[in-house]
């Protein structure tokens, strides 16, 4: 069947993009949402009682395997639009407004996890962001980071969604894999590793559009813990 093209594109900046898909992204068919939403909650593995911080949360789509888990979730975005959404779906979840690249509004050592997910490619200040969610984690608190895959957007993928028959495009930064650990390295982050999911036989089924996905590098999952800080020496 042939898919109708829309009229024109349209290039928007990504704040006014989200406010503008909020009430259709959770509607819309996206091959990198389906994989995030299979594979990055498991790696997180939420507890009963744990402090978890959903950084980048959207409409929420995680939240609710967080509060299924027992976990006490709080969610910020930058977008309104998303977080009216998200408010209306879990109204016992505490929300704010904030931007993850900026001073969050949070102690130090807050959170027993922070999961930030498929927001990397619109972050401008990779150190500024993960100096933020290493400074809000407790020690020994981790990080899930789940992102579009990096050859995803070298192959020109970018977040998109129709609306009147326009294709709205919010473009992507190229951050490369190096480009992510090394400002996760300097930030303090340890035991760092990755996960790399390619598009399989299932996305295709669960996505129309991730059937043209088989065997691509679609999602990058990178976790790390804060660590322990070391031990005062004894006196001599």
């Keep these: 069947m042939n898919?109708?093209?829309p009229a024109r594109i349209e290039r928007v900046d990504v704040k006014v993009g989200y406010d503008l898909w909020a009430?259709?992204?959770?509607t819309t068919a996206n091959p990198v949402v389906a994989m995030d939403a299979r594979d990055t909650m498991a790696l997180l593995a939420p507890a009963r009682g744990?402090?978890?911080l959903d950084a980048g949360c959207g409409t929420g789509r995680h939240l609710g395997a967080l509060l299924e888990a027992g976990s006490e979730p709080v969610g910020i975005d930058f977008s309104t639009g998303m977080l009216s959404v998200a408010r209306r779906r879990y109204p016992s979840v505490p929300f704010i407004t904030c931007d993850v690249g900026e001073r969050l509004p949070f102690e130090t050592g807050y959170f027993d996890a922070?999961?930030?997910a498929l927001i990397g490619e619109h972050l401008t200040?990779?150190?500024a962001t993960f100096d933020e969610l290493h400074r809000v984690l407790r020690e020994g608190g981790r990080l899930v980071f789940s992102v579009y895959h990096p050859q995803m957007a070298a192959a020109g993928k970018e977040a998109h969604f129709q609306r009147n028959g326009t294709e709205i495009r919010l473009g992507a930064m190229r951050h490369t894999l190096d480009d992510y650990l090394s400002a996760m390295q300097r930030a303090g982050f340890q035991?760092?590793?990755?996960?790399?999911?390619?598009g399989d036989e299932q996305l295709g089924a669960d996505v129309p559009a991730g059937a043209s996905l088989l065997g691509f590098p679609v999602l990058l999952i990178l976790l790390a813990d804060k660590g322990r800080a070391e031990p005062a020496g004894s006196l001599a």
């Design 114 to 116: 922070v999961l930030c």
């Design 3 to 5: 898919r109708t093209l």
């Design 191 to 198: 035991s760092i590793s990755r996960r790399e999911s390619l």
């Design 23 to 26: 009430e259709t992204y959770d």
């Design 125 to 127: 200040d990779l150190a």
């Design 50 to 52: 744990e402090r978890i």
